[in-house]
């Protein structure tokens, strides 16, 4: 049968704006969460990381805030600007018992973000 | 720029063409992987190496058939691909270390197959 291709998630902000990108993520026995930016015609880019045993972690201008109970991942970025435009992924991963990643991420759908000037 | 570089940048081929991508990292790293984009899905992880064995093979088709003959190189190689096959190809790496593992992205290669 036919495959029904995602529709990914739009955020369309002003420059100057907050923005606020969600993610559900999976695993509940997932430890380490990372953000990452695609623009069109590049590779994801890493943006900010995070380790299960932390709820907020900031950046230069991103802070990515994590809810375990809820199992939601959220990056903000502050005063966004035109060159924020691009599809952002979160990615979780998991370790075994002796803390050593799998090292096989899972990948969110990804939002898009416009900035417009 | 990542540190990983991937060539050729663009390819279109043949279902009956042989080629090979190629992947190299400049990080230090110690595993490396090749993941499939297509339009409006989810990145899908394909191979996993690390220290130059092959520890994930997530179904793939005999089609693609990967090579890693050192930590920093990593190859794809393609034969009788189908229209479908079409898509992005990234490599990453990452540096094997605790549960913290980051992975990082070359530009991808974009295949075309006719």
């Known amino acids: 049968g036919e495959s029904v291709g995602l529709h990914l998630p739009t955020l369309s902000v002003q420059e100057g704006d907050n923005s606020i990108i969600n993610c559900a993520y999976s695993?509940?026995?997932?430890?380490?969460f990372i953000w990452y930016k695609q623009e069109s015609g590049k590779g994801p880019q890493f943006i900010i990381d995070i380790r299960s045993n932390m709820d907020k972690r900031q950046g230069q201008r991103v802070t990515v805030l994590l809810n375990k109970t809820v199992k939601h991942l959220s990056l903000q970025i502050a005063a966004t600007q035109p060159g924020d435009s691009a599809v952002y992924f979160c990615a979780e991963n998991f370790s075994n018992a002796g803390g050593t990643s799998y090292g096989k991420l899972t990948f969110g759908q990804g939002t898009i973000l416009t900035v417009h000037p | 720029e990542t540190g990983v570089t991937q060539t050729p940048r663009h390819l279109v081929m043949g279902m009956t063409n042989k080629k090979s991508l190629k992947c190299e990292q400049h990080l230090g790293h110690n595993a490396m992987y090749w993941y499939k984009q297509s339009a409006k899905k989810p990145l899908e992880l394909m191979f996993v190496y690390n220290f130059k064995e092959q520890t994930e093979n997530n179904s793939v088709p005999s089609r693609f058939s990967p090579e890693c003959p050192n930590s920093s190189h990593l190859f794809l190689h393609l034969h009788t691909l189908q229209p479908e096959d079409s898509a992005l190809y990234l490599c990453?790496?990452?540096?094997?270390?605790?549960?913290?593992?980051?992975?990082?992205f070359g530009p991808g290669t974009r295949l075309l197959v006719l």
């Open positions: 695993n509940s026995a997932s430890d380490y």
């Open positions: 990453a790496s990452s540096l094997r270390r605790g549960n913290q593992e980051t992975q990082y």
